[in-house]
C-alpha cells in the first residue's frame, strides 16, 4: 500500500484545498482541528479506489474526515474513534462505518455512504478523542456523473 500513500494524500489534499476555495470544510473544536469532505467515488482512480477498498461508482461516495492536534506544533494527526449518520431528506438514516487510514504521520478517516442523482446527505458525526465527545454537522450534494 506505500505505493499508493503519495496519490491518495495528494489526491485528497488537493480535493480539500480545491473545495476550500467555495466553502471551509474544516472546524476548530477545542484543540482539534476537523478538516473534512464528502465526495463522489469516481473522483478517485480505479488503482487507489481498489488499493483502499472503496467501491467506485457513480451512486457511491467517500466521506473523507481527518483530525489534527492544533495545540501541539506542527499540528500532527491525531487517533480518535471516528462514528456517525447520514441521513437524506426523505429522513432514511444510515450508520456510516468509518475505517482508519494511516499513511506515515497522516491518519484519515473514511467511509462510504450510497446516493442518487441530486441527492442531498446531511451528516452527523461524533468524534470522540479520549475521554471527550465532540460533534460535527455537514451536508453534501452529490450528483451522477
Known amino acids: 500500500m506505500n505505493f499508493f500513500s503519495r496519490p491518495l494524500l495528494c489526491l485528497l489534499l488537493g480535493l480539500v484545498f480545491t473545495s476550500s476555495a467555495s466553502a471551509e470544510n474544516m472546524k476548530k473544536i477545542g484543540n482539534l482541528d476537523v478538516h473534512y469532505m ?3 467515488a469516481t473522483f478517485l482512480t480505479p488503482e487507489i479506489a481498489k488499493a483502499y477498498g472503496i467501491e467506485r461508482s457513480r451512486y457511491n461516495g467517500l466521506v473523507n474526515i ?3 492536534d492544533n495545540s501541539q506544533k506542527n499540528t500532527p494527526a491525531k487517533t480518535v474513534v471516528m462514528m456517525g449518520k447520514a441521513r ?3 429522513g432514511q438514516i444510515k450508520s456510516l462505518e468509518f475505517r482508519e487510514v494511516k499513511e506515515g504521520m497522516a491518519v484519515y478517516y473514511l467511509a462510504q455512504i450510497k ?3 441530486e441527492e442531498t446527505i446531511h451528516f452527523d458525526i461524533d468524534i470522540i478523542d479520549g475521554t471527550e465527545k465532540h460533534k460535527i454537522k455537514f451536508s453534501q450534494k452529490f450528483y451522477v456523473d
Do not use: R
Request: hydrophobic fraction near 40%.
Open 38 to 40: 464528502a465526495i463522489g
Open 66 to 68: 481527518s483530525v489534527l
Open 88 to 90: 437524506n431528506d426523505l
Open 115 to 117: 446516493y442518487s442523482n
